[in-house]
């Protein structure tokens, strides 16, 4: 599975082929949330990898922590991040706001 897997295509009027805009809930903190501090080889998939299983599922942990900059898929190393482990929740909602 890829990062566009989920995301509707959409055509302009002439054709063109876009992908539409998808939108990501808040992420409410949770006793069963866990936290790390990371290391240089951190990244957001590898990180959803290893505590999901499932790459793809980055944005879950770069959502739970909005106060690091969102221009890397690594987190700054030595910050001390947020990872959701009861995800089914969060899916169920990114769901329903991304529904056709």
Known sequence: M????????????KGNRYYSTNFYPTIPLLDTDIYVITDERDRYDLLANQYYNDSSL????????????????????????RIPINITSILQEYSNINRF
């Open 2 to 13: 890829d990062r566009y897997t989920d995301i509707q295509i959409l055509k302009t009027l």
């Open 58 to 81: 980055w944005w879950i942990i770069a959502t739970a922590n909005p106060t690091i900059p969102p221009t890397s898929i690594f987190p700054p190393v030595g910050s001390q991040i």
